[in-house]
């Protein structure tokens, strides 16, 4: 399948290559290193990398603007996203061949070449395969951008790594000159406010008995803090193994949508059939939700403690069935 890509990147002068949006450093950096493959191997073809910009992630370079009109001789190559709804693109329908390169769980068919790989911690690291297989040439700029969205997706190897993943990191790191610490840098370095904000959230945090915690973050609090109403589920993931928590939320008053924001995480329970009973879903231990009023709030609250105290006790009746 990499092969037959890029067979079909071979037939087309212009080359567009798209991701999700809510854009993150995996869905650049795989979108970066193949645009810039593409530049070295293929010098007098187009290529554009679209989608809306971020200044959080001015890191990478300027997006490209690109307006497609139907019928023109243009391959569409979608990375990190498995369905059409999340592609950052305008004027989706207009390109008449497109294929996928992905680390997500199949959604939906989007043109005739399709490379997914759910096993795989990044589509950076699926790019690389790409460009190995098809004997492309990488430069450390292109190896830095891979190693961006690697170690951004594995949240620095915490997640979806395996040896796999050290084995092209290690690679990477051995054959070129990645500056580690910048790349660290980059990803992490955070305003004052941020840290004075999660240290708030710390604070106040509610834990009930069955191992839940949340926090109610009002309008004023992100004000007072300089943050926006995005910060603190940005953070939600800082307080996964705490020994007293299982599942925790925060709570962020959107003033402007005038909707309540959950931002759910779980180590055990599951959790996004809850979250789908209010409109929002997500993954079995990472979700999310918006609701309209206090009263949606403190029930899916109730909801979401509910969910623990069964876990509980259900992990106690298998130990003691254990035991028997
Ligand atoms: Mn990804």
């Given amino acids: 399948m990499l092969k037959q890509i890029y067979e079909k990147i071979k037939q087309y002068d212009t080359i567009v290559i798209a991701r999700h949006i809510g854009v993150d450093p995996d869905a650049l950096g795989s979108q970066f290193a193949l645009k810039t493959a593409i530049n070295i191997a ?16 001015n890191y990478f370079p300027k997006l ?10 243009v391959l569409l190559i979608v990375v990190d996203t498995p369905d059409k709804k999340r592609i950052d693109i305008s004027n989706l329908d207009t390109f008449v061949n ?10 939906e068919k989007l043109g005739e070449l399709e490379y997914i790989d759910v096993n795989s911690s ?10 190995v297989e098809n004997k492309m040439i990488i430069n450390t700029e292109i190896a830095e951008y891979l190693y961006y969205g690697i170690v951004s997706d594995t949240n620095r190897f915490l997640f979806n790594t395996t040896p796999d993943t050290f084995k092209i990191v290690e690679w990477l790191t051995r054959t070129y000159n990645i500056d580690i610490e910048k790349i660290y840098r980059n990803l992490y370095a955070r305003p004052f406010s941020e840290v004075r904000f999660q240290g708030y ?5 509610t834990l009930t008995e069955n191992g839940f915690a949340y926090v109610i973050i009002s309008n004023d609090t992100l004000f007072k803090y300089g943050v926006d109403s995005s910060s603190a589920g940005n ?23 005038n909707q309540y924001k959950f931002n759910i995480r779980s180590r055990g329970p599951i959790i996004n059939q809850v979250a789908e009973k ?6 079995k231990l990472a979700s999310g939700a918006r609701v309209n009023t206090l009263e949606e709030v403190q029930s899916l609250l109730n909801d979401l403690d509910d969910v623990c105290k069964n876990y509980n006790r259900e992990e106690n009746n298998k130990l003691l069935n254990e035991r028997e």
């Fill in 42 to 57: 293929f010098p007098e073809k187009k290529v554009f990398a679209v989608g809306t910009k971020s200044s959080r992630y």
């Fill in 98 to 107: 497109a294929c996928k390169i992905d680390h997500h769980p199949f959604v």
């Fill in 278 to 283: 209010y409109n929002g879903g997500g993954h």
């Fill in 64 to 73: 490209d603007k690109y307006e497609n009109k139907i019928n023109d001789n």
């Fill in 122 to 131: 990044s589509a950076s690291e699926l790019v690389l395969r790409f460009l």
């Fill in 235 to 257: 953070m939600v993931n800082n307080y996964n193994n705490i020994d007293e928590v299982i599942v925790w939320a925060t709570v962020s008053e959107d003033a402007k949508n």
């Fill in 201 to 205: 959230i710390s604070e106040n945090m």
